[in-house]
Each structure stands twice: as C-alpha cells, then as structure tokens.
C-alpha cells in the first residue's frame, strides 16, 4: 500500500491588518502520530519530516522579521487497541526571537506514537500567534488522515468567523487525493512522490511564506480565459540573454494557473514556448503581493493522419506560415500539434509533395487527411540517370525525384496516382538512349517495375 504525506501551509492573516506590515510568524505543525513510523525508502517517515524539518529551520535562521514555533500532535499518549487522546496536541517551542536553536533540539527529541488529532491541532493554533498583526503562517507536516473525527473545514470557517483570513497551499507527498478533496474548502494542493519533490515543495512553501510575493502567469484563450497550459517559460532579465527562471506551466486541481514564487528586485522577459512563440518583454513584479501576468496565447490544433495505412508509415510534414518561410515545426504524419490561433501553410514530405493551408481555431482541432502511400520497386540491369514525374490530371508531368545513379534499384514511397519515369543508362553516351516507362501506385500496395 503506497504511503502519503502531506504539508499544509495556512496563511492568517487578520482583516485589519496594516498594510506593509514585515513582520512574518512561521507555525510548524508537526505530526508525530504512529502512522508515521512507516518505512519511506529506508528512512521511517518521522526520520524524513524531522530532518527536512530541521533543514528549513536552519535555511530560516537569521531571516530579518521571521519569528518561529513549533506545535506537535501525537507524541506525548501512545495509541493502543481501544485508546486514543485526540487531545494530545501541544505547542512545545512558542514564538519568541531567536528560538530557531530551540526549535531544532525539540525535533530532535520527538518519537512518533500517538493518533491523529489534525482538526484539534489547527484549532489550538490559532491561539499560538500573540495578535494578528503580522503575516501568521501554519506550516502542517502530517501523513494525512484526521483521525478524532473532526473536521478541518470547520475549523477554518471557525478561524474566519474570528476575523481570521485562511489562505493555504497543499503540498502533498504520493496522496490519497480522494481524501485531499476534503480540503477544497480551504485551498489547493499538489503532491509529490519523492523525498526530494517533498523537499523541494516545502522550499518553495517556506520561499513563498517568507519572500511575500507571489506570481501568477496567465495563459490566456481568445475569451481572455486562462486555461492554456502545458507549455514550456523562460523569464530572463529584462533585456539580456539571462534566463532566471524556467517553468512547465500548470493548471492546480482547481483548474488555475499555478502559484510561483519569483525575485521581485528586477524586471523580466518572458517567452512562452508555443509554436509560434509569443513573447512579453520588461514585466514588473510588485513586491509583498500576488501578481498576476497575462499573456494572450489562444491555441487549436492540427492533425495530419492516412485515413487508410495498413503500416506506419513515417512521413515528416512542414509547417510555417505564409508571410514568414521560417519552418516552425516539423510534424509527423499521425500525430497531433497545439499552435497559436491563425493560418498556417502546410508541406507534407511526401513524394511528390502535398500542400495544404489550414486555419487554426481555438480550441479546435483541425484535421488533414491524406491517402496511404504505396511503393515503388523498380531493378535495372545497369545504372541509370532516370527521373520520377506524378503526371497531373491535365495531363502535365511534374518532376517527384531523381533516381539514385549508383545503384541498380531501390524502393520509393509514392502517393497514388500515375507516374512515369524516363530514363538512359549512364553508359550509353547518346540522347536516342531515352526510355520512357508509366506506372501506377496504389495505397499500400508495391509496384514492380524492371528498367
């Protein structure tokens, strides 16, 4: 059975807070309850928490305006047959200045043994904090589920109801998501499978608790809905070639665009990588608050397929757009590509060519159907200068490709129609030497010509 754990950052923050207020309380909630003694790649799941726990003290240790504190649940009563203490919660390190040593020596000491009480835990919490005059943060380390029957939610409209405002991040580590849709009411969440995407979660928390400003990079649909998604950023400083920041963008499970944490000291470049690219240039972030970026980036689809291949055929197709001959993709024949709203020209690398011009919609899927290509098997006795030519329905050849001249056959994929191929042999050092042959290709299926 896989394990899970999970961190839970709750933000509170209190309606008549002061705007500019720097000073930040950091909360941690540690869970300790015996769930937590399970092995997690040879390291119990206590072990992990207590020394990531421990790191992300030590990387806060001297941060200006940060204060700390630890509450921990499940260590002090061990659970048995027929007893647990969903009361067993306590604030073991409270806020005070310079306490990060403190902190970091009770971890140490902490042994994982009783229940579960997660609901309990956050409401104790809210009473950790001296006022609500600071940036106050809970930061919940926990393997998940509540186990005292209580519910979160409640607790949260509770805590809101007391003027206390609750913004989280959910971080997960390998969930039952079944059991994270419990908390909608209280924020979004993402999980991760490993100790180091635990890790790295937990540092973009903290990242995000401390530095205070956070930004959101809109992928805007032709309706001005964000909802594009899936695609590569590159944030340089502003008019350099010096990329800061890279990013798959992503939709959280509330279908929005993902929360990211960037320096705010200097402006940026941003190109998003969709075929074509489109680009924003000198973007200011504000500082202490959530900046939201949008970026026009309406996309719809082609697909090219043979409506009727008995193989998989391997065709490369071009596609770059009229005004400007630059290829911007190359796109195999069976497959299907996400571009930028607008009219694209298409060649299709087979022989002859196909030319096609397709308006893409957004969100629409624009296809290309084509026939199967058949082969062409053609043996002479001796090396040939010969060239093949698709003859067109008004009757004129038009040149497909060039025999190769050093061997004396060869097989070539041609698309159905009639062909004729004229030809001499290399040795024969006079004009009345050429040959003229028709022939017809049909789809997945081999014509045999002797030269």
């Not at 059975?1 to 807070?17: H, P, Q, S």
């Not at 790649?41 to 001297?62: C, F, H, M, P, W």
């Not at 940026?268 to 939201?292: G, W």
Request: hydrophobic share 35%; net charge positive; charged share 20%.
């Amino acid at each position: 059975m896989r394990f899970y754990a999970v961190i839970f950052c709750f933000l509170f923050t209190g309606f008549a807070k002061a705007q500019g207020q720097e000073l930040t309380r950091i909360l941690f909630i540690l869970d300790a309850s015996n769930s937590m003694n399970a092995n997690w790649g040879g390291q119990t799941r206590i072990e992990a928490a207590k020394e990531l726990l421990i790191k992300t003290v030590d990387s806060l240790n001297g941060s200006a305006n940060l204060q700390i504190a630890l509450r921990v649940y499940g260590h002090q009563s061990p659970i048995t047959a027929t007893y647990q203490d969903c009361n067993d919660t306590k604030l073991e390190v409270p806020f005070g200045p310079d306490n990060f040593t403190r902190v970091k020596n009770k971890i140490k000491t902490i042994l994982a043994k009783g229940t579960t009480p997660i609901a309990r835990s956050l409401e104790a919490a809210a009473s950790d904090f001296p006022d609500t005059n600071a940036r106050n943060i809970i930061i919940l380390i926990t393997d998940g589920l509540e186990a005292c029957d209580n519910d979160p939610c409640v607790i949260a409209k509770k805590l809101h109801d007391k003027g206390v405002k609750v913004t989280p991040f959910v971080i997960g580590l390998g969930l039952d998501l079944s059991y994270l849709e419990q908390f909608k009411c209280i924020g979004s969440y993402s999980e991760a499978e490993t100790k180091e995407a635990f890790n790295n979660v937990l540092k973009s928390v903290i990242s995000k608790a401390v530095i205070n400003t956070t930004v959101q990079i809109n992928l805007n649909n032709i309706h001005k809905v964000p909802n594009e998604t899936d695609v590569t950023l590159f944030l340089y400083k502003a008019g350099t070639k010096e990329l800061v920041y890279t990013f798959v963008h992503t939709l959280n499970r509330q279908g929005n665009p993902d929360t990211l944490t960037m320096d705010p000291s200097f402006k940026y470049d941003l190109v998003v990588n969709t075929i074509p690219k489109v680009y924003k240039n000198n973007i200011s972030i504000v500082k202490n608050t959530h900046n939201i970026i949008p970026v026009d980036c309406p996309q719809g689809y082609i697909k090219l397929r043979f409506t009727n291949a008995t193989s998989p055929y391997q065709v490369l197709s071009r596609i770059y757009q009229k005004t400007d001959q630059y290829t911007l993709n190359t796109q195999l024949v069976g497959t299907t590509d996400k571009y930028i709203i607008g009219t694209y020209e298409i060649e299709i690398l087979t022989l002859p060519r196909i030319y096609q011009t397709v308006e893409v919609k957004q969100s629409a899927t624009e296809t290309i159907d084509l026939a199967a290509p058949g082969q062409l098997s053609y043996n002479a006795t001796k090396t040939l200068a010969a060239q093949v030519f698709v003859i067109r329905e008004n009757g004129t050849p038009e040149w497909v490709c060039n025999l190769d001249q050093t061997s004396t056959k060869g097989l070539i994929f041609l698309q159905p129609g009639s062909y004729r191929i004229v030809y001499r042999q290399k040795q024969l050092r006079s004009t009345t030497y050429t040959t003229e042959k028709n022939f017809k290709i049909q789809s997945n299926k081999t014509t045999s010509i002797n030269l």
